[in-house]
């Protein structure tokens, strides 16, 4: 884990936690971000300092947590993966709240259980959703190393183990069937994927941002966001003045701050922990 951080992100974080009465919802993108991408989506798991980090955060959302008063903290994983997908790899903590498909599914982690808002399509959707995934089984079929995925609302057409050939013809599949049912196909590393819900992780931390503050009792609410992919990148769209966006790894972001991978994720997350926890 790094020691020290760049001083403008440093800077970024002071700022982030003044004690001015805002709440402060900490929203994470998993994959890529707290946990490194690998080639079995199955096995992905957070490091051990991203663990950590991200459950000793969690501590300070509770009032009186983690030696903390009364919170305005709040914790969000916000991820594509479907909804109970991300609760079984991310083992969130208790009091998160949980954005699934990148915002089609929500959720909230009791003590209980996780509670989650449910999902429903129309007739048409089923259709659509149907037909997509009749379209997206066509594409790989024969192709080596691709294989799609089936989510609630969504289809997605995963690329990372096949070849540049049958990755480039399945992904030219997969857009032509999303221009044959009027869908937009979303493109992130090595994946496509087509909702037959309109929704966007930007959306997502729109309404969560709205959420926070009816939980915390206060209309302002400053919001940190940290993601790798292009998917994130309508999450850093709507973040506004005095929000913290956070970039993790390469390419071109709209984010004004960035880090290498998990383990620097989890410094960062350190350090807020301790500029939020009383002198």
Not at 1 to 24: I, K, N, R, V
């Amino acid at each position: 884990m790094s020691e020290q951080l760049d001083p403008a992100l440093d800077g970024a974080l002071h700022e982030f936690t003044a004690d001015d009465g805002a709440a402060l919802l900490v929203a994470l993108d998993f994959d890529g971000t707290l946990a490194p991408l690998v080639d079995d989506p199955t096995a992905s798991r957070m490091t051990p300092a991203a663990r950590t980090a991200v459950d000793e955060l969690a501590a300070l959302t509770v009032p009186g947590g983690g030696d903390a008063p009364a919170s305005r903290v709040r914790l969000a994983l916000v991820s594509g993966r479907d909804l109970d997908d991300l609760a079984t790899r991310a083992a969130p903590p208790v009091g998160s709240y949980l954005v699934g498909s990148h915002g089609a599914e929500t959720g909230h982690v009791t003590a209980d259980g996780v509670e989650t808002v449910p999902l429903e399509l129309s007739d048409s959707q089923r259709e659509d959703l149907e037909a997509l995934r009749s379209a997206l089984e066509a594409a790989v079929a024969g192709r080596e190393g691709a294989w799609v995925q089936h989510k609630p609302s969504a289809a997605v057409l995963h690329t990372r183990l096949a070849g540049p050939e049958d990755s480039a013809a399945a992904v030219e599949a997969a857009d032509a069937a999303a221009d044959r049912l009027g869908l937009e196909p979303m493109h992130g590393k090595d994946v496509v994927e087509i909702a037959v819900l309109p929704t966007s992780k930007g959306e997502a931390l729109r309404r969560l941002r709205t959420v926070v503050g009816r939980d915390v009792g206060t209309e302002r609410v400053r919001v940190l966001y940290a993601g790798d992919d292009t998917t994130d990148e309508k999450a850093f769209a709507v973040l506004t003045s005095g929000d913290l966006a956070l970039k993790v790894g390469h390419g071109e972001t709209l984010a004004a701050h960035r880090v290498a991978g998990a383990d620097d994720v989890a410094g960062v997350l350190d350090r807020l922990r301790a500029a939020l926890r009383p002198s």
